[in-house]
């Protein structure tokens, strides 16, 4: 199993650039996450997808946040335009079932993004 | 809404040392309770859980045992290991959560041969 696959690893950019960070779920799972890591807010869920459905995407900071999942096999977050404040790790993780369920989450390694 | 505490690190200690990490939540109803760890330049990983009151989660020598009445769910280990060095997240699904699962701050540990 090649667990959940995000690219690129390591992402460096300067501000106001589009920056896109890539998502492969475990093969099967329903649900996709994409979170956001930092020092000063831990682990913030920014939204989730069900079946590829959007299902809540409250955490999205702001209207430069977008995120797609275009089938079961691909979800996108993007950036545009990329502030400073956005520096931090995303990680993406899927699950098979509903959190209700206690279905376990699965991340990947995440992408630390480096805005300057 | 639903919440979780967990006690500030970063914790360090000595190999074979008995660890305690504290974890106290907030939540409507019952909810499920988790820990998560995650080792240097990975992502998370379930460690345990446990569903109910008085539950004990365990795995890999980790336990932590679901109580309502103190709403807590303290992760321990009776002797840690180099290895053991990580972040551990304490974690809620509650039922006012839906599909959403709620994670602490985390706590780093840092065992030192």
């Known amino acids: 199993d090649a667990g959940v696959i995000q690219s690129p690893r390591h992402e460096v950019t300067e501000m106001g650039q589009e920056v896109t960070l890539r998502c492969k779920p475990i093969?099967?799972?329903?649900?996709l996450f994409w979170y956001r890591q930092t020092m000063m807010r831990g682990l913030e869920l920014l939204i989730y997808?069900?079946?590829?459905?959007?299902?809540?995407d409250s955490g999205m900071p702001e209207d430069r946040f977008s995120a797609k999942m275009p089938n079961a096999s691909f979800s996108t977050l993007k950036i545009q335009p990329s502030e400073p404040r956005d520096s931090a790790v995303y990680f993406c993780?899927?699950?098979?079932?509903?959190?209700?369920?206690?279905?376990?989450?699965?991340f990947g390694n995440g992408t630390r993004l480096t805005v300057t | 809404g639903d919440s979780v505490t967990q006690m500030e690190g970063p914790v360090t200690l000595s190999e074979e040392a008995f660890l305690t990490i504290n974890c106290t939540y907030t939540?409507?109803?019952?909810?499920?309770l988790f820990w998560y760890v995650q080792y240097p330049g990975e992502g998370l990983q379930l460690l345990l859980k446990?569903?109910?009151?008085?539950d004990k989660g365990s795995n890999k020598g980790f336990e932590a045992t679901y109580r309502k009445e103190t709403t807590s769910f303290h992760l321990e280990k009776g002797s840690v290991q180099v290895s053991d060095s990580a972040v551990y997240f304490c974690?809620?699904?509650?039922?006012?959560?839906?599909?959403?699962?709620?994670f602490g701050p985390g706590t780093s540990l840092s065992v030192i041969p």
């Open positions: 446990a569903t109910k009151a008085d």
């Open positions: 093969s099967g799972h329903d649900y």
């Open positions: 974690a809620l699904n509650g039922p006012t959560s839906y599909d959403k699962v709620i």
């Open positions: 939540a409507t109803g019952y909810p499920s």
């Open positions: 997808f069900n079946n590829n459905v959007p299902i809540d």
């Open positions: 993780a899927s699950s098979l079932g509903r959190a209700t369920y206690n279905s376990p989450l699965h």
